[in-house]
């Protein structure tokens, strides 16, 4: 893992989210240190979504959320389903950030494509590259910090592959600390420092292979787990 | 040369080319419905100006906005859908024309489809200085508007103030459509800004090409229109908006 200072980038106490007087996330407290990659695990409708636009304040909360101050965070959503409705190429939808076109054929290449891919349309790229896209758009502004939300479906296994590991390669290139939502237990152990599975209420939090025992992935997801990868690399 | 033709194309040109620029930023799923009704909510503003012989985009400008603050207020009262709520505002605008404004056959006519034989200097005056301001409003609000219609969330993080931006969005859908009835009337005012949008986007791979195009075929349905009103004296509004559909259906053949 890259280099980490000991100064945490964000504290969360006591976190409460009420979505229409229901009760989304239940007092959520943990830290985060520079570079540290933290996962969000937990079933469909456990509250990782809410958790992450509670962290970003689109949403409102009860408790405490600090973030170091002066700190610019990207954020990568699951989907922007409303984006085919105008046809975009690449390169405008970058220019929404009013970003430079050298800077943007920079991070294009540094998230992997060519810089032909910037007079695609953007309905027509695939999954894999819209979201690579997304990624790259939520880092040229340089952010400190990366949340980003996976989608639940519709990305083949190969590229979703590759999506992390380029988040690894970033995470230590650019002493990036990110935030990460999955579903999938390998990302959890092979990438981050720290995962929080969450249910509505915290399971467990810690780092993976301590806290992500058969017992309390069967109390995530109400079912027997069976794990299969426990090492990191 | 005649002055009053030439007057009617200035007018036709600049509302069209402006409707159409600013149509691009209506075609997405979440502004579809916003647009339609305001012709509806027109209405009353047209009957109203035509009976005191009042300029007729300005009571249109006045009711729509006065239809918006409804709309926004029973929103607020009642939480019910914005669709539900719009049908009530401009059937209540259709209402009103013919319950309280009586207009011979002729005035109702031109209160729905419009007469844009009517047009004068004046009006070409009012017109160049409002499109003129309507453009600049547009250019500067685009790229806010694209964001804000993507994604909410990502506009917030931006740091773009929402409300700010959707209203001047707003103002300025009620100011072309409220100028459209002068060319098209209230009823056919709103498919000004929708038609060559829509056309548009079957053609286009990027954003530049989007608005131009628009402004492109909002100009050409409107000039053809006119022309076609010089030569058979038919009304002009139905056959722009002729023209435009006609387009629109040339380009469901090159869908991009």
Redesign the interface.
């Known amino acids: 893992m890259s280099e980490k200072s000991d100064l945490p980038i964000l504290i969360v106490k006591n976190l409460k989210v009420k979505l229409e007087n229901e009760e989304i996330i239940s007092n959520l407290s943990f830290e985060l240190k520079k570079g540290e990659i933290l996962t969000i695990l937990g079933p469909n409708g456990a509250g990782k979504t809410t958790l992450l636009?509670a962290l970003?304040s689109?949403i409102p909360f009860e408790g405490e959320i600090i973030w170091q101050k002066k700190i610019k965070?990207g954020?990568v959503?699951q989907r922007?389903p409303?984006?085919k409705?105008?046809?975009?190429?690449v390169?405008?939808f970058f220019?929404?950030?009013?970003s430079s076109k050298e800077k943007i054929e920079k991070i294009i290449e540094e998230i992997g494509l060519n810089k032909d891919f910037l007079?695609k349309?953007i309905g027509n790229l695939s999954s894999g590259q819209f979201q690579r896209i997304l990624i790259a758009w939520a880092l040229i502004d340089d952010p400190d910090v990366l949340l980003f939300d996976e989608p639940t479906s519709g990305i083949d296994v190969s590229g979703e592959e590759t999506i992390y590991s380029l988040l690894e390669k970033i995470n230590k290139e650019r002493k990036l600390t990110i935030i990460l939502i999955t579903h999938d237990l390998s990302v959890v152990f092979k990438f981050s420092d720290y995962v929080i599975c969450l249910n509505k209420n915290v399971i467990c939090q810690g780092e993976p292979k301590e806290v992500l025992t058969s017992q309390n992935l069967e109390k995530l997801y109400d079912k027997e787990i069976k794990i299969y990868q426990h090492h990191k690399h | 040369m005649d002055f009053q033709f030439l007057y009617i194309l200035i007018t036709g040109i600049l509302i069209g080319g402006v409707a159409g620029y600013l149509g691009?930023l209506t075609?997405?799923?979440?502004m579809a419905l916003s647009i339609d009704p305001l012709g509806h909510l027109a209405l009353p503003g047209v009957a109203l100006g035509l009976l005191y012989g009042l300029d007729i985009s300005l009571c249109a400008f006045l009711f729509i906005i006065l239809g918006m603050i409804l709309i926004w207020y029973f929103e607020i009262k009642t939480k019910l859908p914005t669709e539900t709520l719009t049908a009530i505002v401009f059937t209540l605008g259709v209402a009103i024309t013919f319950l309280f404004f009586p207009l011979d056959h002729d005035e109702l006519e031109q209160a729905f489809i419009g007469d844009i034989s009517k047009v004068n200097f004046s009006d070409v005056l009012f017109t160049l200085f409002l499109s003129l301001l309507l453009f600049f409003i547009v250019k500067k609000i685009y790229?806010k508007i694209?964001?804000i219609?993507?994604?909410e969330?990502?506009a917030?993080?931006?740091k773009i103030n929402i409300k700010k931006y959707n209203f001047l969005y707003l103002l300025s859908i009620a100011i072309i459509v409220a100028l459209g009835t002068k060319i098209v009337g209230g009823l056919l005012s709103a498919a000004l800004v929708a038609i060559p949008a829509a056309t548009s986007?079957n053609l286009?791979?990027?954003?530049?090409?989007?608005s131009f195009l628009s402004v492109l075929f909002g100009i050409l349905s409107t000039l053809i229109g006119i022309f076609l009103f010089k030569i058979t004296g038919i009304q002009a509004g139905p056959l722009i908006i002729l023209s435009s559909v006609f387009f629109f259906f040339i380009s469901l053949f090159k869908l991009?």
């Open positions: 636009k970003l689109l965070i954020y959503p922007l409303f984006i409705d105008v046809p975009m190429s390169e405008d220019k929404l950030k009013n007079n349309k | 691009t075609i997405s799923k979440r790229q694209i964001l219609n993507i994604s969330d990502l917030k993080i931006e986007r286009s791979k990027n954003l530049s090409q989007f991009n």
